[in-house]
């Protein structure tokens, strides 16, 4: 299973791991930015899902995590503060089979 996480700790960390690689990217510099780009063979489009996991934020409980939630689009928006914690966003996908 691929994963990736991110986390706080005096400044913003992130770790990602994949199997198998398709289009290794490398570090380039983009108009002031790092990019890292690369793929990774698994997870299959409309039969596989990817499973993210928060870490709450300290002294917050899910549901007033919940009202913090909003619709952008399509898309799920929140703000959550970085806290001192290297797994505190987690993505995962499955392998290729």
């Given at each position: 299973?691929?994963?990736?996480?991110?986390?706080g700790g005096g400044s913003?960390?992130?770790?990602?791991?994949?199997?198998?690689?398709?289009?290794?990217?490398?570090?380039?510099?983009?108009?002031g930015w790092y990019v890292?780009?690369?793929?990774?063979?698994?997870?299959?489009?409309?039969?596989?899902?990817?499973?993210?996991?928060?870490?709450?934020?300290?002294?917050?409980?899910?549901?007033?995590?919940?009202?913090?939630?909003?619709?952008?689009?399509?898309?799920?928006?929140?703000?959550?503060?970085?806290?001192?914690?290297?797994?505190?966003?987690?993505i995962h996908w499955p392998?290729?089979?």
């Amino acid at each position: 299973m691929g994963s990736g996480e991110v986390g706080g700790g005096g400044s913003v960390r992130w770790n990602f791991k994949a199997k198998n690689l398709k289009n290794p990217g490398s570090r380039r510099r983009q108009q002031g930015w790092y990019v890292l780009p690369g793929a990774d063979e698994g997870g299959t489009i409309g039969k596989e899902s990817f499973t993210i996991k928060i870490r709450l934020p300290k002294g917050q409980t899910l549901a007033e995590f919940k009202k913090k939630l909003r619709k952008s689009g399509n898309k799920v928006k929140f703000d959550l503060p970085i806290e001192n914690s290297g797994r505190q966003i987690q993505i995962h996908w499955p392998d290729k089979p």
